[in-house]
């Protein structure tokens, strides 16, 4: 019954999503853009959503799932790790804006500059541009300017700034109650959206159990249900209200400073995100056909087969990583500096090296994974029940597809999310060393490399680099933690020591 | 034994000729001389003129793989390919685009690399070994848990902050060392406790946490039952026999990454201006210096290839078990 529920709700979302498409693109009077990472997404995303249906019908599945679901940890970075997902996602839906009908002309023209749901969104905080650096919740900027004063006289001072704190007629006096208040009103707002989730929660929860709903309340609040829901909540206030201050203080101050070009800091960690998790997923979606083909085949098969894939990983993992990285990168400079016309615009440009750096990542660490799968391959064929269907002749491909690959995924599953959080940080490097992601683009490894040159400056300038280096804590940390959980739950061997069996 | 040494070398052999077809592939077919030169000398208004002097000076004038205008076994010598990627064979690196001779530069180079990455890896083994024994020691309690929870926590923070958190704290704050540079001698020390001791920290996390996975597994073994029962001191079995057995999957990984040392760390080093291989491996990057990029790429893989070999003639010594075969 809840299957057949949860598979229904799905299709209901996969039907809701495609018919608001629909819309969208035959009616809004916008240009969508469609990058080659967005359709990535888009079908990992599908897949996950086809897994997830696939996975509810199968007891098999559902089990360890269910342990990640109960791992009161794990909930935790599930939460955060979503929250995470949904800025990604709105990032990743494109489109260009029509521009004013100057020209009379009868064809739309629409503007250069690819925007994204989330920009949308974010417009005050995206065209409040600064002239220069700018503190956490300043009104003045941090750098002295000479200021022409109406008698005509100069005078060195700093000015005000143009949107951080601009409805402020005395900055120094109204500055830290103005603050106050928006905070104050912004937790209060935050509350009242939290108890509104929690009370309808509660209520599904107690009608799913068929208990009433004061009971089911005091189940949930001490923490007396399957999946911790008390935990959940807890993190979900969190971020609640981490959300309603960002919004509501962002809108009046830039919270977290502004860049050399006077740019919204908060705006382009926010940016980063979805470049970070493009980079820790889509690798892992390039290279994942590659090492379970191959590390199976070479199990599997031996022989010719497996010498050949041996060599074919054991040459390319005897390159240092980062110098694959490094030389594929400069020949893909190269080329794109030679052949400016494929790319339309400058995002398409940035877009297409994100999407070139995840191959050459996948293609350094595919070899680990391909090793694992090998050996396992090999482990398995000996097993009796794979020697039985050779016996009743089953051929080559089913037996692999119907024995040995479902037998091998919680290997594949483990590695994903293990690796997840060493590409993240990863990328913080390689943007560091040249080789990054395009250095138009919004990344925390850009936004690192370009603090980092003025750490010189007195006083110093902090704000980006403690915006990014949290931002991708956060998120690496909680991606550490999920992948405990799920190995924990997948993988029995290890069962011992995770996390959890300590206590 | 020197005919199994003999025999790996051989082995590795087919492996080296990969990765050179590789780079070859990568740094010469993808993109044409040409387009490097047209990089290189800025993208505009190039003159074919000084795209050939370009090429001529640094000698990517010749055909790929096949001379057909010289003379018997010139043919296939007087080529990009023989001249490029041959020759590393013999540790004939050439010049860099920028008419430096790269062999020279590596060597002068390589010491430094050593000289932080080395106590790194020492003092980084003996940090962590210690740790992951007393966190095994006291597993299943709260100081296991917690020293997890540490462990990941300090996982999760990029390398990154470490560094430029040590710079400012330790060299800008407190002045106790500069905040980059290099001197040779004993002098390289003040400049080299920094990047070491930054270099240890963003190790610790992954570092206590795999070898204390490694010791679990090992504690979970029969013979640790059996030192138990006998009667032994639970830091008797831990030391005399958890220790010793473990060493075999920790030599694993240390031995593969010795001849490495000499590559040194890229970001390391380039944040901490020590003129070693990792910064001037930086450097040609970012000069686009693809001459040099090449035989890293080569010198890497040869080091890794021995690091290779040095860890199977190790597991011989350290496990008797091992025979060569």
Redesign the interface.
């Known amino acids: 019954m809840t299957t057949k529920k949860i598979i229904g709700s799905v299709t209901l979302v996969f039907v809701a999503a495609s018919v608001l498409l629909v819309f969208a693109v035959s009616f809004l009077p916008v240009k969508f853009v469609v990058l080659w990472t967005d359709v990535l997404i888009f079908i990992l995303c599908a897949m996950c959503m086809g897994f997830a249906a696939y996975a509810s019908q199968h007891e098999h599945l559902r089990a360890p799932w269910r342990e990640v679901a109960r791992d009161r940890v794990g909930v935790i970075a599930v939460v955060f790790l979503s929250a995470y997902l949904v800025i990604g996602l709105l990032d990743s839906v494109h489109f260009r804006m029509p521009l004013p009908d100057v020209k009379q002309s009868t064809e739309q023209q629409y503007s250069n500059d690819v925007l994204s749901v989330l920009d949308w969104m974010a417009t005050p905080v995206r065209e409040g541009v600064e002239k220069s650096y700018s503190a956490p919740f300043a009104a003045h900027l941090y750098v002295k300017e000479t200021v022409d004063l109406p008698d005509g006289s100069k005078v060195r001072l700093y000015p005000r700034l143009q949107h951080g704190g601009a409805h402020l007629n005395n900055p120094e006096q109204e500055r830290s109650g103005d603050i106050l208040n928006t905070s104050l009103s912004s937790i209060f707002e935050g509350m009242v959206v939290w108890a509104v989730l929690t009370v309808l929660l509660i209520s599904w929860l107690a009608r799913r159990h068929h208990r009433p709903v004061s009971e089911m309340f005091g189940l949930v609040m001490r923490g007396r249900t399957e999946i911790p829901w008390h935990v959940i909540l807890l993190a979900t206030a969190i971020l609640i209200l981490f959300a309603m201050l960002a919004m509501n203080l962002s809108g009046k101050y830039h919270i977290f400073g502004t860049d050399k070009v006077g740019q919204d800091t908060f705006y382009q960690t926010l940016k980063s995100i979805r470049t970070g998790l493009v980079i820790g997923t889509l690798t892992t979606l390039v290279m994942l056909p590659f090492a379970i083909l191959a590390g199976i085949a070479a199990g599997y098969f031996r022989g010719l087969a497996d010498d050949v894939i041996q ?2 990983y ?3 993992s ?3 990583g ?3 990285i ?3 990168i ?2 893909l ?3 794109m ?2 052949h400016p016309e494929l790319f339309e615009t400058a995002a398409a440009r940035a877009d297409l090296r994100l999407l070139f750096l995840c191959i050459i990542l996948g293609v350094t660490s595919w070899t680990g994974l391909c090793r694992l799968l090998r050996g396992e391959a090999m482990k398995l064929r000996e097993m009796d029940y794979i020697q039985a269907a050779v016996a009743f002749g089953v051929g080559h491909f089913k037996i692999i597809g119907r024995h040995i690959l479902p037998n091998v995924m919680h290997i594949v599953l483990i590695s994903i999310v293990l690796d997840f ?1 060493s590409l993240v ?1 990863a990328e ?2 390689l943007s ?4 990054g992601v395009d250095p138009t683009m919004n990344s ?1 490894g850009n936004m ?1 490399n370009s603090a ?1 040159l003025e ?1 010189a400056r007195e006083p ?1 300038v902090w704000w980006p ?1 403690l915006a990014a ?1 949290i931002f ?2 956060v998120l ?2 909680s991606a ?2 999920f992948a ?1 959980a799920v190995r924990d739950a997948f993988d029995p061997r ?1 069962r ?2 995770g ?1 959890r ?3 | 034994m020197i005919n199994y040494i003999i025999r790996r070398f051989f082995y590795a052999i ?2 080296l000729i ?2 050179n077809l ?2 070859f592939a ?2 010469f077919v ?2 044409t001389p040409d ?2 030169a ?2 290189n000398l800025g ?1 505009k208004r190039v003159t074919p003129e000084a795209m050939e002097k370009w090429k001529h000076e640094r000698g990517y004038d010749k055909p790929l793989v096949f001379n057909g205008g010289a003379a018997g076994s010139e043919k296939f010598t007087d080529t990009i390919f023989y001249d490029k990627s041959v020759k590393l064979f013999v540790f004939e690196f050439g010049q860099s685009d920028s008419g430096r001779d790269i062999t020279y530069d590596i060597k002068q180079r390589m010491w430094p690399s050593l000289v932080v990455a080395l106590p790194i890896l020492l003092i980084g083994l003996l940090t962590n070994i210690t740790f992951a024994l007393l966190v095994a020691f006291f ?4 100081i ?2 917690w020293g ?2 540490l462990c ?2 300090l ?7 470490y560094i ?1 958190g040590g ?2 704290l330790v060299g ?1 704050l407190w002045h106790l060392v500069p905040i980059s540079g290099y001197e040779e001698g004993f002098d390289a020390l003040k400049f080299v406790v920094l990047p070491v001791m930054v270099g240890v920290a963003s190790g610790i996390g992954s570092g206590i946490r795999w070898y ?2 490694i010791f ?2 090992e504690m ?1 073994k029969d013979y640790v039952r059996t030192a138990r029962a006998k009667g032994l001191s639970e830091s008797l079995v831990l030391f005399r026999h958890v220790l010793k057995n473990a060493m075999i999957p920790i030599l694993t990984g240390v031995v593969v990454i010795l001849p ?1 040392l000499f ?1 040194g760390n ?2 390391l080093e380039s944040f901490f201006g020590i003129p070693g291989l990792g910064s001037y ?2 450097d040609a ?2 000069m ?1 210096d ?1 001459a040099i ?2 035989s ?2 080569f010198l ?2 040869i080091l ?2 021995l690091g ?1 070999l040095l860890t199977d003639i190790s597991y011989t010594l350290v496990d008797p078990r091992v025979k060569l075969a």
């Open positions: 060599y074919v054991t040459t390319l005897s390159i240092p980062v110098l694959l490094a030389a594929a400069l020949m400079q190269v080329y500096a030679t959080s940080l913080a490097v560091y060393v040249g080789v925390w690192i980092r750490m110093i680099l280096f991708m804590f690496v940390l550490n933690l405990d290890l011992r020591s996390l069996a300590c206590l | 087919p492996i990969g990765v590789l780079t990568l740094f993808v993109n387009d490097m047209r990089m993208m597993r299943a309690t709260y296991d848990f997890v929870v990941v926590t996982m999760s923070i990029s390398s990154l902050f430029i710079q400012y800008k204390r996975t679990l597994e979970g490495l590559m890229l970001v491996t930086i990057i970012n686009q693809f990029v090449r890293m790429v890497g893989s890794y290839i290779l």
